[in-house]
């Protein structure tokens, strides 16, 4: 079983990018507890800060239950901008679980509307890097 985590724009950054905000753990290192944590199951990670990489990757794998039990996106920014990305959600079969590590119902008003929690699985946020891992509990 095969689960796949896609990140959004300026994700990439975790670990340097406000720390206050988003912790000092780079993704690579919460990846390494991931896969330590979850033995039976092959996590793989895709990250991009443009909105066409996220949907095509979202596309590629959606159909694939065979594989996939899901996917786990954090969309950055792009969740509260990106009908597209809702509209690719929507399009595919595969659960999605929306992910946000602050709580973005705390922040800025701009960030407490989600375009793509409507057509997701369900939404985790607020927890940290942990928010990834209830996540792939939700879709095991």
Excluded: W
């Excluded at 290192?29 to 330590?36: A, G, P």
């Excluded at 159909?63 to 792009?78: H, M, P």
């Amino acid at each position: 079983m095969k689960i796949l985590i896609i990140n959004g724009p300026n994700l990439n950054l975790l670990g340097m990018r406000q720390p206050e905000i988003y912790g000092s753990q780079s993704m690579e290192q919460y990846l390494d507890f991931l896969r330590d944590y979850y033995q039976d199951i092959e996590i793989e990670y895709f990250q991009s800060n443009h909105e066409g990489n996220i949907i095509d990757m979202l596309q590629n794998v959606g159909y694939d239950s065979t594989q996939y039990a899901g996917i786990v996106l954090n969309a950055g920014a792009y969740t509260h901008t990106s009908l597209a990305i809702a509209d690719a959600i929507a399009a595919i079969e595969l659960p999605v679980v929306e992910v946000h590590i602050s709580n973005i119902s705390a922040r800025e008003p701009i960030r407490h509307t989600s375009l793509i929690a409507p057509v997701c699985h369900g939404s985790i946020a607020g927890f940290g890097m942990d928010s990834y891992r209830l996540a792939i509990e939700s879709l095991i």
